[in-house]
């Protein structure tokens, strides 16, 4: 009989799409209230690589990571997505913005090996996570270094994201160290 084993915890990040440094700065604070203290904030990068979300949160579209300080049990990103789902709805109805769609979360993990992010939309590399979420990896860890994949986003393959996540992955490591 084979054992099972628990997978050990992982780090939770947050991306942010903003309309603007308020919208930026009250999803933050959502989200910090929401899944606790951040450990990480990246800089804030202009989000140029595609107009997709421009009709729902403006032309400027600011870019922002938050990781938050405690570890999760990697089966709980199903769940967090649609946490941040509502909390988008609120910011959406709070701020005082004319946009649809002010501020969008994607929440994903980052594991030693992988960065993951979850989705609410099916596609041929994403897989099934519960609750009516996918999730794919986005990026993998190999060698010393964040290495895309061919369906990876455009952004995801700047250096400045990789050096953030690097940033991530040494805490997680820290972390899951001083858990042993």
């Known amino acids: 009989m084979w054992e099972l084993k628990e997978p050990k915890p992982v780090k939770l990040f947050v991306g942010i799409l903003a309309a ?3 919208c930026l700065q009250a999803a933050i604070e959502a989200l910090t209230s929401e899944f ?17 979300y421009n009709q729902e949160t403006g032309e400027h579209i ?4 938050v990781s938050i300080e405690r570890l999760i049990k990697p089966g709980e990103l ?3 997505k649609h946490r941040t789902n509502k909390l988008e709805k609120k910011l959406a109805k709070r701020l005082n913005v004319d946009l649809a769609r002010p501020v969008n979360l994607d929440p994903g993990v980052i594991e030693p090996s992988k960065l993951i992010l979850a989705t609410t939309k099916n596609y041929s590399h994403r897989i099934y996570i519960g609750q009516k979420m996918y999730a794919e990896v986005t990026l993998i860890f190999d060698r010393g270094n964040w290495q895309s994949l ?5 952004d995801y393959r700047q250096e400045c994201y990789h050096n953030f996540f690097d940033k991530v992955r040494k805490r997680l490591l820290e972390q899951l160290k001083s858990i042993h």
């Open 150 to 154: 061919p369906y990876t986003y455009p």
């Open 62 to 65: 600011l870019r922002q990571f």
């Open 36 to 52: 606790g203290k951040a450990d990480f904030l990246s800089d804030v990068w202009p989000f140029t690589q595609t107009d997709y």
């Open 20 to 22: 603007n440094e308020d």
């Open 78 to 80: 199903a769940k967090i």
